[in-house]
């Protein structure tokens, strides 16, 4: 595998559901993304990873709830979402530090329905 | 925070003719402007990228233009085909620090036969 690869790509879950999304990046990358996709309102940044620390949480709900155990993998632990939370949830990598242009690579994307 | 506008939202233009999008940032720090295509069913990608260090850069058929006096930044396609009919987004970072890319909200461009 190359790039930034996510599982699942497709996910049905209702609300009282638990579910894990993960990404893995093979690029050697030390930052690490999770992005929502939805009609409304596209590119919605939700977490970010540096160093395996989280840097950002951009007032996400606490029903998502992000794990980076190391600089490589990425996870969404989801629990009783609501159906506004359906949408394409992507994962991203990037290289930053000094002297780098923070390129981001993204994932194919998990598709989610919350029923 | 970098706040980052993107015009049109849609923009429909006939296969041989050229297409533009426009976005501005606020944030005067921000200096790496990547544009990045995402067609349907797939995965954004970055076409081109410019910084603050230069006013335009070219890669065949695209170009992207950025005035920092006025803090914008263009996307140029010339001579559009279909396989060009995807969403862009433009974004905006300072680069060097573990900051967030800050995107717009997309333009969806259509290219007619």
């Known amino acids: 595998e190359t790039g930034v690869t996510q599982t699942p790509r497709h996910l049905v879950m209702g609300m009282t559901n638990k579910k894990s999304l993960k990404c893995e990046q093979h690029l050697g990358h030390n930052a690490m993304y999770w992005y929502k996709q939805s009609a409304k309102k596209p590119l919605e940044l939700m977490f970010v990873y540096n160093f395996k620390e989280q840097t950002e949480n951009n007032s996400v709900p606490s029903r998502f709830s992000p794990e980076c155990p190391n600089s490589s993998h990425l996870f969404l632990h989801l629990h009783t979402l609501q159906p506004e939370d359906s949408a394409l949830y992507l994962c991203a990598s990037s290289q930053v530090g000094a002297g780098t242009y923070n390129e981001q690579f993204f994932g194919p994307g998990t598709r989610l329905t919350v029923l | 925070g970098e706040n980052v506008e993107q015009h049109p939202s849609t923009l429909s233009v006939q296969e041989g003719d050229s297409a533009v999008i426009k976005c501005t940032y606020s944030?005067?720090?921000?200096?790496?402007f990547p544009w990045y295509k995402q067609e349907l069913g797939k995965r954004p990608q970055l076409i081109i990228d410019i910084r603050s260090n230069v006013g335009e850069k070219k890669d065949q058929r695209i170009a992207v233009t950025l005035n920092k006096t006025a803090k914008h930044f263009s996307l140029h396609i010339t001579e559009t085909q279909p396989e060009d009919s995807a969403v862009y987004f433009c974004?905006?970072?300072?680069?060097?620090?573990?900051?967030?890319?800050?995107f717009g909200t997309g333009t969806r461009l259509q290219v007619t036969l």
């Open positions: 944030d005067s720090a921000s200096n790496y």
């Open positions: 974004a905006a970072t300072e680069t060097g620090t573990a900051s967030k890319l800050t």
